[in-house]
């Protein structure tokens, strides 16, 4: 009788067993089945910047594309700055900056503000391309200008400063100990930024007066992120942080194979970070726990961009690959005549997609979902 029961369970649980594997496959697949989405992509046109300049024979487009409903703005680092019909491409106007230009471009209300390499800050007419004000900073910038309710913010040398957008005047600046590549992003009325020293500081956005600041082993590139009230920061010591944004006390950090030298971004309670490992890391925002890892063929020095529950990133190479953010899978990809040298722009519909090569090409595609 003993012997006849525990065949039966015995059976019982072979049979359970045999029937969770058949069914394992259909389980996955049901549950990831945004990974057969593909991404395909239709060249709708080029533009080629075609002249160098006396001030470097590069004509490669290292800024982000951005776009108002018409046109797209973009700059190349001959230091000249283009704005083009969307549907098009055909040029509305141009404007020579006098210094290379290699940081992104900022929208505002019928403006278009720029930092160059020349240690100017510039304010552009989006209609017309001419010149508003030109502001010279008594040193180098090293992030983009940043817009918030009618103020500038940048970091330059070892300053994070604000300016007025209206005329570029300084109103604060507020100095660190190394210099500030971290571009500073704004959340309520507080100020977040990195220096090289290593601090992430948080500072009163409309007097720049010093709250907290978080040390860490290694200088800070990217700019940080506050999503889902958690503020995210990475650093050249390898780690990720997440921190409370009032207080600077520290959530959960995570630690990475290599320096990490691009901006965080979130998405559905999910942060990704790139690391100089060649790893794009998913972890949980809650705890910092991996959702995965996506191996990198090349080094990737831009953030990515997120839109329409797809994720566009550039390594450095001529290829932009596109993954589905929930599981990791790559689902699409296009390559470039050229080194893509831009991260991708999109249109405010998020359908046309811009990217820039080193060779001067800016093009546009048409993105569709199969």
């Given at each position: 009788?003993?012997e006849?029961r525990?065949?039966s ?9 045999t029937f969770c594997?058949l069914l394992s496959p259909?389980?996955k697949?049901?549950?990831t089945g945004?990974e057969e989405?593909?991404a395909i992509f239709?060249k ?6 075609t002249e160098?300049?006396s001030?470097?024979?590069s ?6 594309p ?8 973009f ?12 549907a098009?491409g055909?040029?509305v106007w ?6 290379p230009?290699q940081?992104r471009?900022?929208?505002g209300?019928h403006?278009?503000f720029v ?5 100017e ?10 010149l ?6 008594d ?6 200008l940043i817009l ?7 970091g ?6 604000c300016?007025?957008a209206?005329?570029?005047?300084e109103?604060?600046?507020?100095e ?5 590549h ?15 020293d290593?601090?992430?500081?948080a500072l009163?956005?409309?007097e ?6 978080f040390?860490t082993?290694?200088?800070i ?7 889902e ?6 650093s050249?010591?390898n ?6 944004p009032?207080?600077?006390?520290l959530?959960?950090k995570k630690?990475?194979g290599g320096?990490v030298?691009c901006?965080?971004?979130g ?8 690391s100089?490992d060649?790893?794009?890391y ?18 990737l020095?831009h953030?990515p961009?997120?839109s329409?529950?797809?994720?566009f990133m550039?390594?450095?190479?001529d290829t932009?690959i596109?993954?589905?953010p929930k ?5 699409g990809s ?7 040298t831009s991260?991708p722009g999109?249109?405010?519909t998020?359908?046309t997609?811009?990217?820039?090569t ?5 093009i546009?595609l ?5």
């Open positions: 009788m003993f006849l525990s065949w369970r015995c059976s019982i649980v072979l049979l359970f067993t594997l259909l389980l697949e049901g549950s945004q989405i593909r239709q709708l046109w080029e533009f080629q910047v160098a300049t001030l470097t024979a004509i490669a487009i290292l800024t982000q951005v776009c108002d409903e018409e046109r797209v703005y700059a190349s680092e001959n230091g000249t700055l283009y704005a083009l019909n969307i098009r055909e040029k141009e404007f020579t900056a006098g210094s230009v940081q471009t900022i929208l209300d403006s278009l930092a160059t390499s020349g240690n800050a510039l304010s552009l007419d989006t209609l017309t391309g001419n508003r004000w030109r502001k010279r900073l040193g180098k910038i090293f992030t983009p918030f309710r009618g103020v500038l913010y940048l330059f040398s070892r300053y994070i400063t300016l007025r209206s005329d570029g005047e109103i604060w600046r507020f660190t100990r190394g210099e500030v971290s571009p500073p992003i704004i959340d309520g009325e507080f100020l977040y930024g990195g220096s090289d290593g601090f992430l500081y009163t956005r409309r720049g007066r010093l709250r907290w600041s040390p082993s290694g200088k590139r990217g700019a940080p992120l506050v999503f009230q958690t503020l995210f920061a990475g050249y010591d780690y990720i942080y997440a921190l409370h009032d207080s600077g006390k959530k959960w630690s990475t320096d030298n901006s965080p971004i998405w559905e309670r999910l942060v990704f970070v790139a100089l060649n790893f794009l998913c972890l949980q925002v809650k705890n910092g726990y991996l959702s995965y890892r996506f191996s990198l063929p090349h080094r020095y953030p961009v997120i329409s529950n797809l994720l550039a390594p450095f190479s932009m596109v993954i589905n599981s990791g899978a790559e689902v296009f390559t470039a005549p050229s080194l893509i991260p999109l249109s405010p998020g359908e997609l811009f990217l820039g080193n060779q001067g090409l800016l546009a048409q993105k569709r979902i199969k």
